[in-house]
């Protein structure tokens, strides 16, 4: 999803941190073992992560120096160009379509999350510290959404989806739209402590995939303050499949049956890959808030 190469970024949209040492170092002397089972329970898209966050004592802390530069970040072209500027440009296009959507549609005003960029292995916050493992997560301790920067070649690497720019861009938008829960009382409201495919941890997810889809079926006609220019151009039918594409890699089941050879449902805390691609197209197609209140649904629904 290409951005309108004039509209204004601000690099400061975004703050920026380095996790101590790069992706190949060990993750906190865990076993391979470890390492799968987060994968299995909260490779991307985890909300308030602090009981699957690695808090083993020697983790790396995260300074305040980073090797991410988004100076060049200052407009829709470089957006084009360069993943970390992709990100801001995204936050900042999906900072205005929930700024007009969610009190809108019956919903508060609209606050926006802190967005952290980090390389390195381990990151902290306000629900603890984050091994790369655990990939892009919200936290609603700091109203903060975290990305570590190589997890896109990871996607692509570990689970089979495609590294596009709307896939990128789905990954950011479903993780603010946990930020909107947090928001709306949703999330305190949820019952996270179980598993399973109709659990209350199932239907926040998808309801985030839903939020996503919302974003995108705004994306292309809300404009840019700074230039009255709307953010994106409006997706191909190519670009859309990508995004799908990274919903279905993210579904429970698929990833079950990717790493461990087998799917078990009562395991589920994202959803199927036929529900998550299901609640996004939803989103995306209806472009309301309340056609994603997937806690409204029954089970055979969902």
């Known amino acids: 999803m290409s951005f309108n190469r004039d509209i204004q970024l601000d690099p400061n949209r975004v703050s920026t941190r380095s996790g101590g040492g790069r992706r190949g170092a060990a993750i906190g002397g865990g076993s391979i073992l470890t390492v799968i089972a987060v994968v299995l329970i909260s490779q991307f898209t985890g909300v308030d992560l602090s009981g699957l966050l690695n808090q083993q004592q020697g983790a790396s802390t995260a300074s305040t120096s980073s090797t991410i530069d988004t100076s060049m970040c200052t407009d829709g072209a470089a957006?084009?160009?360069?993943?970390?500027?992709?990100?801001?440009?995204?936050?900042?296009?999906?900072?205005?379509?929930?700024?007009?959507?969610?009190?809108s549609q019956g919903g508060p005003a609209y606050r926006r999350p802190e967005f952290v960029l980090w390389d390195g292995t381990a990151v902290n916050s306000a629900c603890g510290t984050a091994s790369s493992?655990?990939?892009?997560?919200?936290?609603?301790?700091?109203?903060?959404?975290?990305?570590?920067?190589?997890f896109f070649s990871d996607m692509e690497r570990t689970l089979g989806a495609k590294d596009t720019p709307l896939a990128q861009e789905y990954i950011v938008a479903?993780?603010?739209?946990?930020?909107?829960?947090?928001?709306?009382?949703?999330?305190?409201?949820a019952d996270r402590s179980g598993a399973g495919a109709t659990s209350d941890s199932v239907r926040l997810e998808l309801q985030a995939d839903c939020y996503a889809g919302l974003w995108v079926h705004y994306a292309s006609t809300t404009p840019d303050p700074e230039t009255g220019k709307p953010f994106l151009v409006r997706p191909s039918a190519e670009e859309i499949t990508g995004a799908i594409n990274a919903a279905e890699a993210v579904g429970d089941d698929h990833i079950q049956e990717r790493h461990a050879g087998q799917v078990d449902s009562d395991t589920w805390t994202h959803g199927s890959s036929e529900q998550r691609v299901r609640w996004f197209t939803t989103g995306m197609e209806s472009g309301s808030v309340h056609t994603c209140d997937t806690f409204a649904v029954d089970a055979s629904q969902l």
């Open 79 to 103: 957006a084009n160009e360069h993943t970390q500027c992709r990100m801001i440009a995204t936050a900042e296009s999906l900072d205005a379509v929930w700024g007009d959507q969610l009190p």
């Open 133 to 150: 493992s655990v990939g892009p997560f919200y936290c609603s301790g700091d109203e903060s959404v975290y990305l570590d920067m190589g």
């Open 174 to 189: 479903h993780e603010f739209g946990h930020h909107v829960q947090h928001l709306t009382g949703t999330m305190a409201a």
